[in-house]
């Protein structure tokens, strides 16, 4: 009899909690309740129990539109079946977590060693013990390519420092890299080759002008672009080569006068680089030389230029 009461009384109380009115908001928590009253109630309350409240149940939980219910499963792309391919994701190797898991105290790398160290020597070539290694006895023979380095410079950049009067055009010379170094508009060091010039012309904030300043200016490589814009605005532009210890002397001629030694003569290129500055299409400046002419006659020493006349002939 006490049983039988029991379950009477579960069921009076969840027929009662489903057909109550609740507040608004609590939707939710109706639900999770209802559940559990069902869940608690036996297999033959459940079967006697009317439909009506099931479709009170519903009516407290808001559905889902159907036009919002997508499909989990489309075929072999599913959002709930795709996946990487398998071994396109590798496992980060765990090192020094306990020898439990079995890579930690030596992490795989066992014993001492070069083998046990970062960077240790790998291969079989170059374990030649305390000898000399195998592949530095052996002879080197093939092309080599002289690598140069360059301070790259932009026309948008140049134009924007010759309207702002930072950068001067000189009335009886070209613009050198002696100017743009003294104007800071670039920073040079003895690690680079000369100056690279190209024909981006956007301004410092990146809009796209044209590049319309007439200049005169002399760099050591320049694009084919930026020497199509230069000569179109009306101005001239010519690649002059500078070696390291020539670079030295323009740049700073009085760090070698303070050493009481004298001025180095403007250098050629290597016979590797004699055939770029001689070319018209790259304005090489050795373009239209003949042999005994006097190279750059306005950069020669005071030394040599008084060996000179002033039409570059020797006296």
């Known amino acids: 009899m006490l049983a039988r009461f029991i379950r009477a009384g579960a069921a009076s109380s969840s027929r009662a909690l489903s057909h109550t009115p609740l507040p608004r908001g609590l ?10 009253a069902l869940h608690r109630q036996p297999a033959a309350a459940l079967s006697t129990q009317s439909a009506r409240s099931y479709s009170r149940a519903d009516d407290v939980v808001p559905r889902v539109p ?4 997508l499909p989990t499963e489309i075929g072999p792309l599913a959002c709930n079946v795709i996946r990487d391919n398998y ?6 190797k765990i090192l020094g977590r306990g020898n439990s898991s079995g890579h930690g105290r030596k992490c795989g790398r066992g014993q001492k060693g070069d083998k046990a160290r970062s960077g240790g020597k790998k291969g079989f070539l170059k374990r030649e013990g305390s000898g000399t290694p195998f592949w530095q006895m052996i002879p080197k023979r093939g092309f080599y390519k002289p690598q140069r380095s360059f301070k790259f410079i932009n026309l948008g950049t140049l134009q924007d420092h010759i309207r702002s009067g930072r950068l001067v055009q000189p009335k009886d010379r070209p613009i050198t890299i002696k100017d743009l170094v003294a104007a800071k ?17 956007n301004d410092a904030f990146g809009r796209k002008t044209p590049f319309d300043v007439k200049i005169s200016i002399e760099v050591q490589e320049a694009s084919a672009r930026a020497i199509e814009a230069i000569e179109k605005a009306g101005g001239e532009i010519s690649t002059v080569y500078y070696s390291r210890l020539s670079m030295r002397a323009l740049l700073k001629p009085e760090a070698i006068l303070k050493k009481g030694q004298l001025l180095p003569r403007p250098s050629l290129p290597p016979p590797k680089l004699m055939r770029r500055y001689l070319d018209e299409e790259k304005r090489g400046y050795l373009v239209g030389m003949k042999p005994g002419d006097v190279l750059r ?19």
């Not at 159907?66 to 219910?69: A, N, P």
């Not at 508009?185 to 012309?201: A, M």
């Open 27 to 36: 939707g939710a928590t109706t639900s999770l309740l209802q559940r559990l």
């Open 66 to 69: 159907s036009f919002m219910e």
């Open 87 to 92: 071994g396109a994701r590798k496992k980060k």
């Open 185 to 201: 508009v670039i920073k040079f060091t003895q690690s680079y080759d000369g100056v690279k010039l190209l024909g981006r012309t």
């Open 297 to 315: 006659p306005h950069e020669q020493p005071p030394h040599v230029v008084a060996h000179y006349d002033e039409k570059g002939r020797r006296r």
